[in-house]
């Protein structure tokens, strides 16, 4: 694990490295530049909120944040520098929070426990608004459970406010927390890509949304709140078979699994896929994607204890990496390779799928987990990853007939209707009941720690939630 | 135009060249092995012949080399080395060959007049063969018509004999006959990936081939001479409305240009795609396969005096890049850039197509065109071209989400479902009148001089051909 760890800021050095490495900023380095952020005042809960959880509680945690995800403007998120301002620190939790073992994680079936009862909607109109803030880049003490005063909402035009349900959990937020995260915005900011809840407002020229229309939400920060202001063009609504627990898994993980598979990679029948990490959010929802095209063979990577659970979600041949070569176990099934390789953990791993691949497949890089070893950053990881960053030339490239592909969803804002044309399909594929996502557990804001340890030492099977309930008041 | 030609071996500066800049050798550096060649006698002609053409002269000229190409096994190229025993070299050409003008380019309308008359077929019999061989890289000077004895065909297991009636011009031919291209064989060896003709005589196992059948082969070189003898799985029957011209014209160029669209590029209906080259062979087919997409915009370069033609051919933005950046013109009408850049350039021109790119747009290079500038090898063309070689990291495609992807049809060998599911789909584009190949020019092979410099010289729209006959006996 975490080696050699630095406390001052080392995002200098990390950016450092990163301009060795892939050279001087320019075209090849284009960086969306940060949007300028508004600022909404804090607001006390309107009395017409129809679908209110009723967990206001005051417990203190800690949590990490990301800087990922899609489409334009989130003014919404504008309440970050508000919550810094105003907040009032609960608790700290920070002892020992960074190396504790995590208590034991909440089932997903129990999931629906956590869900406040719809009786307490509404009661606690004047209650603080809670929210999860990044205060610095590091280990699990710089993320805190903070809350402002309620205030009536006031979503501005083409916006709307909604009572958060469920928040999703991703691997870049862990990657943000520790700052080894690209465009991360200035400290405090509350993180959060994805989640579900209930209109509880909206604004001027909103007509296809209305109070009380279940939603998810794909934004770029801002959803581990109680209540949260976004514009209306980031939001879905929810089919009605479907669970807030499902719609704040389902984004992220899911838009990420099918524009890899099938925007990038070209996923056709009889192929072969790599999916690294199988177990994990996107992991998952590959395998089920896959299963959607006839005759695709689905290799995956995962601890031996998951692997049941993974054959039964679309992956034929599971690989244990703790205890096998996976580019060894993939060319004993095909020893000419595979046509996609789906490869979340950069540094030398995207070469060694690189080489696994048959003529016209692809290589789709979408993370660095290898940059995240520990709590903290690592600069020997750091170093490591980034020095063994595939490179490849454009000669190489034509004499093996392959493709190398770049994955972010956090850098496709502003391609609304990309992002909207795959949401629809997921949606139909969801209500045909051929993708459905997989709930590993459910953690209020108090044990956003847990959570985030649960992920962080890949004990998940699917996904992890935050839920602002249900350990309110105590 | 060549301003530093080297007279010595400069391949070895080439190889030096690409050592330097695409790193070591190495699984990113994979080539393939030379396949073993087995060894076949001269043949006559057999008394059965159905439809020989008459054309055996012993008009000498000079010829380039290529070995770009599908599929396994081409024992059919064993002939080589006994041409380069036995051959008589019959006349050299080689005063002026290389800075001629050449002759006027026969229409394409006068394709047809270039085909033996079938009443000659058989007449022939005990007439010598004529082949094109390189005997050396460097200009046109370095190709021969050679010629051999005549003796019976004598197609081995899984093989057939055919006489060839039309082979294709390629650009990889030019770079072949230069040297600056990779996998060159010993020489001297006669060039030609493809081309069309009639069934003479199959060997053992050949079940789905009859002497008679017109087909057209794939193969990675050794198809213009007179009669060739081929592994049966290299060879295509031809639809009954196909003329022998377009057969020849059709395979390198719209596998090609299929591949890089619809297997790499995932090219879908509202897509935009920059085709440089648009009127050569690979551009003109990329033009008539985009049309199959519904709503496909396509931009494409090539001199002024081609655009009308273009237009005629799919491509609705025609930029002449003499006049023009078109990079800037590309911007002019689409701000975003388009989703697929076919670059056939390579060096410079690869960047400045990935920097087109919109989000999840893939640049597929295939070709390094820019390596060559004059009838000779270039080495300040070699180096710059080298230099500003097209090199990407995963973090900056991570950055980015874009894709890189390089074909090369001649690494495609022993993917023969791969490459026979593609001609099974273009077939069957072709019955449905949705592609035809067009026809630039047809070449004897006495002429095969100008034919290359009607290529080099970029005044061609479509294929160029090379014909056995009809300039025989003269």
Redesign the interface.
Known sequence: MSSCTLSSDDTLLFRAL?KL???TPG?????AKPRPRSRVPPRPLESTVRTLPDARPALPSCAPSVQLCAQVGNPAMSAEKEVAELATSVAAAEAGAGEDAPSQPPKAEAASDLQPPKASEGSAAASPLRSLVITGFGGYDKVKLQSRPAAPPAPGPGQLTLRVRACGLNFADLMARQGVY?RLPPLPFTPGMEGAGVVIAVGEGVSDRKVGDRVMVLIRLGMWQEEVTVPSANTFLMPDAMTFEEAAALLVNYITAY?ILF??G?LRPGHSVLVHMAAGGVGMAAGQLCRTVENVTVFGTASAGKHEMLKENGVMYPIDYHTADYVDEVKKISPKGVDIVM?PL?GSD??KG??LLK??G?VV????SNLVTGPKRNLMALARTWWN????????????????????LG??EG?VE?VRNVVVRLLALYNQGQIKPRIDSVWPFEKVVDAMKQMQEKKNVGKVLLVPGPEKEN
Chains 1, 2 share one sequence.
């Not at 075209?27 to 960086?31: K, Q, Y």
């Not at 890089?365 to 660095?368: F, V």
């Not at 007939?401 to 994955?407: D, L, M, Y």
């Open positions: 990163q490495t892939c050279g075209p090849l380095n284009r960086r690209d524009m925007d990038l070209n490869d950069g995207t070469a690189y080489n003529p016209l692809k890089t979408y993370g660095m960053q595939f490179s490849v030339t454009a000669m190489q490239l034509l004499q093996t007939n392959r493709a190398v592909c770049g994955f972010n850098n496709l391609e990309l």
